[in-house]
């Protein structure tokens, strides 16, 4: 079982519309990250969220880190192809040093048509 | 800045066969990390290190070999390579051991064949 549930797995969508994306858990984290990936790359981190009902913006795109610290959203206005590429939520576990030990969704593969 | 780097890119590897995957940073991270990406599992933990000398293993280490001798590398080893390790594999830093936002390199896609 995944611990970390990430939805849609699929986003295809035209440009200029708006998107949300969902990374939701049973697990409590210390703190939930979003990274973006391109083909033949490796993710590059978007944000960090660390307090429970953050709110961190990023130009056109809106995270938020839910009250009780187990979900996130990613949500995206006026999307550009240039958006285009997969989400992934990850998040560390709450209680301990995390020691790095992210636990990562299953990611959203978004692609944004002209 | 050269970050993480990783090599070879591309692998392809006989069934049985062994082979490392390297992994160095510049980065003077303490913490190192080796992770598999397979279509809808996002990424899983194979091993990590907190710093030179100190390995521990992640969510799937079966089948995988790490060790720390120095803080800039952390390479992976395959004992006997099998078709279920065909995956792209990616190896990540960070800057302190109460830090999780992970610095990756560009991955080593791998089949076995």
């Known amino acids: 079982t995944q611990l970390l549930e990430q939805s849609p797995q699929f986003l295809s969508i035209q440009e200029g519309e708006n998107l949300t994306v969902y990374c939701n858990s049973s697990?409590?984290?210390?703190?939930l990250q979003w990274y973006r990936q391109e083909p033949g790359e490796g993710p590059v981190l978007l944000v960090t969220v660390v307090t429970g009902g953050e709110v961190k913006k990023l130009k056109r795109l809106t995270f938020q880190f839910g009250d009780a610290r187990k979900d996130s959203s990613l949500h995206i206005t006026a999307a550009q192809p240039g958006d285009t590429g997969l989400y992934l939520c990850?998040?560390?576990?709450?209680?301990?040093?995390?020691?790095?030990?992210?636990?990562f969704g299953q990611g959203t593969i978004l692609t944004v048509h002209p | 800045n050269a970050g993480v780097t990783q090599t070879p890119k591309f692998q392809v590897l006989k069934t049985g066969q062994s082979m490392t995957l390297q992994c160095a940073q510049d980065m003077n991270h303490e913490y190192m990390s080796w992770y598999r990406q397979d279509p809808g599992m996002g990424l899983r933990l194979i091993h990590y290190?907190?710093?030179?000398?100190?390995?521990d293993q992640g969510e799937v280490p079966n089948g995988y070999n790490v060790s720390r001798s120095t803080t800039e590398d952390f390479p992976l080893r395959l004992l006997s390579a099998a078709p279920s390790q065909t995956s792209v594999y990616f190896c990540a830093s960070s800057y302190y051991v109460l830090s999780t936002e992970a610095f990756f390199g560009q991955g080593t896609r791998l089949t076995v064949v």
């Open positions: 290190s907190v710093g030179a000398g100190i390995t």
């Open positions: 990850a998040g560390d576990r709450a209680g301990g040093t995390s020691y790095g030990k992210l636990t």
């Open positions: 697990s409590v984290f210390s703190s």
